[in-house]
């Protein structure tokens, strides 16, 4: 090939590469998330999170409001009403490694909450738990639906009318051919946790995801957890509200640090703040209540 023939190919491709460029300019971009982002600053280092507001809507209105200062609580130590940034100074009171980092507790123990709880938010469809039997082949209770089978077991016997051990055991084969026809989604809601078929997504507690830590079901307040692991054990357990878009490796650090006995820090981390970033967007009103939990998460 001569000089002038390559040179004229060289140009031709060069030419062609652009027009694919521009080709690729003009398609539709994917549409950027409505999602409202929150800003975590910590002292070793900031966490950004998505929050998933159409999937946790309470939960998610639940958390901006008590960051920014625009829910009233109950102050834990003083037991008189506030309305300012809830999270501002709080510490990780419990960080471990190949598990998670947790926060927001007033008290910084894990006993403390905002005066109210409130409600789970899972679509128990969407994690397929309508499709998991509750006791699988072997006969055996289905991993996923774990201690809560006793409560199953509860609700049959008393919908059965066995009202003693003694009825009970007489009747055991009946409440067993029954317990077999439940999913494990049955288990759960008979357990007490809401399902609520309307929720357009399910998330899974995997690596990054920040979920509502409790003390059981419909315990939610102030405590959260952020995973350092996949947790599959606790799917549909802990509501996932969002997920860390930037800062993981703020967050692995703090699993790392030094901690005692119960899991709490040797030296303090604090929360210096969370706040929205950019525009402000609308959320739905977050649902209160005057009792009290207890949050934890379970390992």
């Known amino acids: 090939m001569s000089y002038r023939n390559a040179a004229a190919l060289a140009c031709a491709l060069i030419l ?54 625009k829910k009233e609580y109950t102050n834990a130590k003083t037991h008189m009403k506030e309305t300012k940034p809830f999270f501002d100074g709080l510490k990780f009171h419990r960080c471990i490694d190949q598990f998670m980092i947790q926060g927001g507790c007033p008290l910084g123990n894990g006993m403390g909450d905002p005066g ?31 201690r809560e089978i006793q409560f199953a077991v509860q609700k049959i016997a008393k919908e059965l009318g066995i009202k003693s051990q003694e009825d009970f055991q007489k009747r055991r084969q009946e409440v067993m051919n029954k317990l077999n026809s439940w999913t494990v989604k049955d288990v759960m809601i008979a357990r007490g946790y ?17 979920a509502m830590a409790n003390s059981g079901p419909n315990t939610n307040g102030s405590q959260f957890f952020i995973n350092v692991i996949d947790t599959p054990h606790l799917t549909g357990r802990h509501t996932v509200f969002g997920r860390v878009i930037k800062g993981m490796d703020v967050v692995d650090k703090i699993s790392k640090v030094a901690a005692d006995g119960q899991s709490k820090p040797n030296k303090a981390v604090f929360i210096k703040s969370v706040r929205l970033r950019g525009s402000k967007v609308a959320l739905p009103g977050a649902a209160t209540s005057t009792s009290k939990p207890t949050s934890r998460s379970r390992k």
């Open 16 to 69: 062609l590469a652009s027009l694919n460029l521009m080709a690729q300019d003009s398609r539709p971009t994917s549409k950027p998330s409505a999602n409202p982002v929150v800003i975590m600053r910590t002292s070793m280092g900031d966490i950004e999170l998505e929050l998933f507001v159409s999937d946790a809507p309470k939960t998610v209105a639940n958390f901006i409001a008590l960051a920014e200062g």
């Open 116 to 146: 109210y709880k409130f409600d789970d938010e899972f679509n128990y469809d969407l994690l397929g738990f309508d499709k998991m039997k509750a006791i699988d082949a072997s006969g055996r209770p289905h991993q996923m639906a774990g």
């Open 194 to 210: 809401k399902h609520n078929p309307k929720l357009p997504h399910a998330h899974k507690p995997k690596r990054g995801v920040i």
